[in-house]
């Protein structure tokens, strides 16, 4: 039986705990796999798991410090030491490469789930040392990395020195919906976007784009998400009169009931590794508008699943939305495909095989030295 831990904090329901969410579950339905769950914050991740039927240990983070957080955890695996250790975050690597020191068998393996938001001038000198230091001990001490896109993969080994064999690209999944019902007929065209409202997500430019649209009565914008950036958000509506057509919709728990409602969705982030968002509404039938950025290339195909912009000129987002808005037949054609693509190439069932297959490869070059002498060696060449 190989032992598995997954060490997450828990404390958003943002992409990285939607993703480890639909992985531990598909991981719970697997043969031969003894799966552990420890998280650092209580909250809808925990409560999700719960209600999955899995084993979720918490140790509160906003009670102990952070060596005790590590010691903590340290006693919960002493009785059972996994063989491998799955982390999901920076804090949570920090963690995992301190309790590998007293379990030197463990596996330690991470997913990256994007790239350090470090392009905002407001992260301190602090933020950005701690991402120089995660993938330090990344690409040194963890036996393998997964980037949840091929971009992600080429930055860690192009910026930060990761050997090429060390990082594994596995794209997100999604537990897609049996059926699409579709959106209730109705003389509004409501395009929406998701996520936390955060710089590196530019919904100013969601803004900047309903501005361009302002002379199409029938269009209406929504947003789902909450965040530090919301009173800016709530300031530039009011300053752009839109109050009438855009609208903040906060956080939602009923994020099914979002897509539904929606005819398109848009996407304006800076970067982003494998959206869950956009896995989401294009499992809902839904055609995407997004920027040719990051990993969203690797999920949709310029005018197939939607249409990807060069650029961050709100008018030319404005009239890729606009063309969708006036041909019903393109929208239908294109959120056909996006489902289908889903279901093909992102869903939840196969990122957990190939997790699984991972995790095999690991035990089974552990208990090998000649392997991971070997592995070590072409390490070692390749960084030079």
Known sequence: MLRVCH??????????????????????????????VIVLNEGRLAMELRAAGLSVQVVDESRHSFLQIANAIRKILAQHPPDILHAHRYKENFIAFLISRFYPNVCLIATQHGLPETHDHSVSWSGRLKSKVNFFLLSRFFQKVVAVSGDIRTFLVDNFGFCAAHVAVIHNGIEVPRAVSGKAEDDSFIIGSSGRLFPVKDYPLMIHIAQDLANVGEIRFVLAGDGPERGALEKAIGESCLAERFVLK???????????????????SVHEGIPMTI???MAWGLPVVAPNV???????????????LPNRDPGRFAEKCRQLQGDAGLRERMGRAARNKVQSAFSAGAMAQKYEQIYRDLAADASNPRSVLRETEASVEQRR
């Not at 943002?14 to 796999?33: P, Y």
């Not at 906060?250 to 304006?268: K, V």
């Not at 990993?295 to 939607?306: A, Q």
Request: glycine letters at 12%.
């Open 250 to 268: 906060g956080h939602l728990e009923d994020m099914d009931s979002f897509y539904q409602g929606l005819d398109l969705y848009l996407n304006t």
């Open 7 to 36: 060490l997450i904090s828990g404390d958003l329901w943002a992409g990285a705990e939607v993703m480890a969410c639909h992985l531990l579950k598909q991981l719970r339905a697997l043969r031969n796999i003894d799966l552990t």
């Open 294 to 308: 990051g990993g969203i290339p690797e999920v949709i195909k310029d005018g197939v699943e939607g249409f990807l």
């Open 279 to 281: 896995l989401e509404a």
